[in-house]
């Protein structure tokens, strides 16, 4: 299994400088190479921090022919920016728990332990205990 957890703006709101704190954690490291299944090979996620006025949702997508299931989790620009960094980080990790566990639980891929790849990503957040306000 690849996991990809990144983010695609930086406009002073301190996402991208989070999202290589969570890195340098682990997880590319932590599940390379696990089985959950043939369903899917890798997952990303994608933080984006948009202003309000930008339409936009968490979206989860599923590509059957490539085992890709890709996930935008959105922040809000206005309020995010705004928040001091260990409130930043609790919110962040907030989504991964929610959002992020909650698409993978409901994405369709047939062969793929959803829920094994769900308990075990929840364990490492728990292990590296990074977010907790």
Known sequence: ?????????????????LV???NSRGPRERFLGKDYGAGLTTIGVVFRCLPK???G????RLNRKT??????????????????????????RELLQNNFLSGIRSCAAHDFDAQRFADDFSSWLAEIDWGHS
């Open 53 to 55: 006025s930008v339409a």
């Open 20 to 22: 290589d704190e969570l």
């Open 1 to 17: 299994m690849k996991l990809v957890i990144t983010c695609d703006h930086r406009l002073g709101d301190q996402v991208d400088v």
């Open 67 to 92: 085992k890709f299931y890709g996930i935008n989790l959105r922040l809000f620009h206005e309020e995010f920016a705004s928040l001091p960094l260990h409130k930043k980080r609790s919110d962040i």
């Open 57 to 60: 949702y968490d979206r989860g």
